[in-house]
C-alpha cells in the first residue's frame, strides 16, 4: 500500500515561526519569555533531551535557565524548587525533566509546579482541567498528535481510535483530546488481553508504550492510520519507535515516521506554551 508519511517537520516549522513572532513582541516590550528547566538525573538520553529543548529555546528567543538538582535529589528538594519558581516573577514557565531520582514520580512532586506556568501539563491540577474540558496546558506530546493528524487531513470525529498506553503524560491525556475531538477512544495498556484484537479494529492506532516494534502488521487493519509516538533507543543507538514500520506499512494508509513525526510538534508546541506563559503573565 501507498503509506502517506505523517511528517511533523512542515507544522513544526509553521508553530516556530509564529511563536518566535510571539517571543520578539515580549522581548521588545522589556523581557523575553523565561522558561525553566529543573533536572534531578543523571541519565544521558535527559542531557540529550535537556540540551534540544535549550536549542529549540534560543532558537525561538526564549530565556532558558536549566537546574540540575543531581541525581540524589529528595522530594523536599525538588518540591522547594517548583514552588520557589512557581512564585518567582522572573520564571514564567516551568518544564520538570524525567526520569527523576529512584523512588520518586512526577505524581510525588508535580503538585509543587503552578498550573499557570506548567507548560507541559503535568500537574494533577492540568490533567484535571484537561479531563473537564477546561482551559490550561495540556501535555505536549499528546496535543502534537492531534495537531498531526489534523495537519494531514485524518478526520477524528467519529473515528475509533486506540490508544496503546496511558501514562499520564502521554495516553490519558490524549484519550481526553481525542474525546473532545468526538473520536470513541479505546485505551490498551500492558495488561490487555490479545492486544491485536483491540487494535485490529480501529480506525486510527496510536503507540506510545515505549517498546519497540509492539505494534506490528498484524496489529492493525488494512488503511489504518498509525502514530508512532515511541522514542527509544535500539541496541545500535538510534532512536526508533514502538512501530514495526515494514509491516505496518504494508496495510497502513499513513504512518509517522520516527524520528520527524510526534517529536519536532511536540518540542514545538512547549514553545509555543513557553510564550503563551508569558504572555498571559505580562497581561496579569
Ligand atoms: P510510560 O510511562 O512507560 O508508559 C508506557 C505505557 O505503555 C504504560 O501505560 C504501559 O502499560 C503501556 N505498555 C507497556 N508495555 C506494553 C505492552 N506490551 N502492551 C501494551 N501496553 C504496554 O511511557 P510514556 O512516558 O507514556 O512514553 C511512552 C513512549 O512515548 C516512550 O517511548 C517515550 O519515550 C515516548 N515519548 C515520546 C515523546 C515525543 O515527543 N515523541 C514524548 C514523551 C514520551 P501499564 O500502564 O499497564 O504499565
Redesign the pocket.
Same mark, same amino acid.
Given at each position: 500500500m501507498d503509506t502517506v508519511s505523517l511528517t511533523g517537520k512542515e507544522l513544526a516549522a509553521a508553530i516556530n515561526a509564529d511563536t518566535k513572532v510571539r517571543a520578539a513582541v515580549l522581548t521588545a516590550s522589556g523581557t523575553a519569555p523565561r522558561l525553566a528547566l529543573i533536572v534531578a538525573n543523571d541519565d544521558p538520553a535527559s542531557a540529550w533531551y535537556v540540551n534540544s529543548l535549550r536549542k529549540a529555546a534560543e532558537r525561538i528567543g526564549i530565556a532558558c535557565e536549566t537546574v540540575d538538582l543531581g541525581a540524589d535529589a529528595t522530594v523536599a528538594a525538588i518540591r522547594a524548587e517548583l514552588e520557589a519558581h512557581s512564585a518567582a516573577a522572573s520564571t514564567d514557565a516551568i518544564m520538570l525533566q524525567t526520569p527523576l531520582p529512584a523512588g520518586i514520580t512526577l505524581d510525588d512532586v508535580s503538585s509543587s509546579i503552578a498550573a499557570t506556568k506548567d507548560v507541559d501539563g503535568v500537574s494533577p491540577l492540568s490533567l484535571g482541567l484537561l479531563a473537564s474540558g477546561l482551559e490550561g496546558f495540556v501535555p505536549a506530546?499528546s496535543e &502534537?498528535v492531534v495537531e498531526l493528524l489534523k495537519q494531514h487531513q485524518i478526520m477524528l470525529s467519529g473515528r475509533n481510535v486506540t490508544v #496503546? =498506553?496511558?501514562?499520564n503524560?502521554?495516553?490519558k491525556p490524549l484519550a481526553q483530546l481525542l474525546l473532545a475531538e468526538n473520536a470513541t477512544v479505546t485505551i490498551?495498556?500492558?495488561?490487555?488481553a490479545d492486544?491485536p484484537s483491540v487494535t485490529a479494529t480501529a480506525d486510527i492506532v496510536v503507540a506510545? &508504550?515505549?517498546?519497540i516494534g509492539?505494534v506490528t502488521g498484524k496489529h492493525i487493519r488494512e488503511g489504518a492510520v498509525v502514530v508512532d #509516538? =515511541?522514542?527509544?533507543e535500539a541496541p545500535d543507538g538510534k532512536i526508533v519507535g514502538?512501530v514495526e514500520a515494514d509491516s505496518v506499512r504494508a496495510k497502513a494508509s499513513a504512518l509517522s515516521p520516527v524520528p520527524g513525526g510526534?517529536?519536532p510538534v511536540?518540542t514545538a508546541l512547549l514553545m509555543r506554551h513557553v510564550v503563551t506563559a508569558a504572555e498571559n503573565a505580562r497581561r496579569a
Open positions: 506530546t &502534537a #496503546v =498506553g496511558r501514562s503524560i502521554v495516553g490498551a495498556h500492558s495488561r490487555t492486544l506510545a &508504550a515505549g517498546r509492539l #509516538v =515511541g522514542t527509544n514502538d510526534v517529536g511536540t
